[in-house]
């Protein structure tokens, strides 16, 4: 079945520094990805839509200066948390939309936990 | 703004309890989905109901999917500790552009 991975699944970085989380589609091409926030108990937030070859689509709130996102070939996207603050310490989690069966379907990294120190 | 309001956000029973998770919206789903999401993990994908009217079974889970498509509900029978996690529903549309509606989940406890 489709696949994503995600790295790093955890990260410790310092304020003012930047970091960067992959997310590639192992058995499939993924057209489209979408990249969420996630707090400690909650529904997942989505932060933006990416297309390969287009740029992201934020969602409202969603600083793109701050969370860059590259979609540059069918199978890997990045976000990347620039100049990042102890605020952005969360769990992000990327997915990729497969047509299967005559539905998309969606399929999930495992995540990434990013702590801001 | 397409919203879908999952409830109870919190349970916690016993061993051996029946329990059912409910999500509604006022809009139309292609398909509606089941996640469970254990800590510090993505979430993984239980079941897609497409058909309204649909009855999905995963040994003791049942998920329905509403007639008109804009409901559903997951319901465990003789709940189990293995059974603790989060559980989120999803509404998914008709191309891959379409982002998925989430619930805002249901903390799920079973106590030994």
């Known amino acids: 079945g489709a696949v994503v991975s995600q790295h790093p699944s955890w990260v410790i970085c310092k304020s003012g520094t930047s970091v960067k989380i992959e997310c590639r589609s192992l058995d499939f091409q993924a057209t489209t990805m979408f990249w969420y926030r996630q707090f400690p108990k909650q529904s997942l937030m989505l932060m933006a839509t990416?297309?390969?070859?287009?740029?992201?689509?934020?969602e409202q709130g969603v600083e793109k200066d701050k969370f860059l996102i590259n979609h540059a070939s069918l199978t890997l996207s990045t976000l990347t948390v620039t100049s990042a603050h102890p605020e952005d310490s969360s769990f992000y989690i990327c997915?990729?939309?497969?047509?299967?069966?005559?539905?998309?379907?969606?399929?999930f990294g495992s995540g990434t936990r990013l702590t801001v120190v | 703004t397409q919203l879908l309001e999952q409830s109870p956000q919190f349970l916690s029973i016993q061993e051996g309890e029946n329990l059912t998770v409910y999500c509604n919206s006022s809009s139309v789903f292609s398909s509606l989905q089941w996640y469970r999401q254990e800590p510090g993990e993505g979430p993984v994908l239980l079941v897609t109901v497409v058909t309204g009217g649909e009855v999905k079974k995963l040994k003791r889970l049942t998920f329905q999917f509403g007639d008109a498509r804009k409901d559903s509900s997951l319901h465990i029978t003789a709940a189990q500790p293995g059974d603790t996690g989060l559980y989120l529903c999803a509404g998914a549309g008709w191309d891959s552009n379409y982002q998925l509606i989430w619930g805002a989940g249901t903390k799920l406890i079973i106590k030994p």
């Open positions: 990416s297309n390969e070859g287009s740029k992201a689509t934020y």
């Open positions: 997915s990729a939309s497969v047509f299967q069966g005559g539905n998309y379907g969606y399929t």
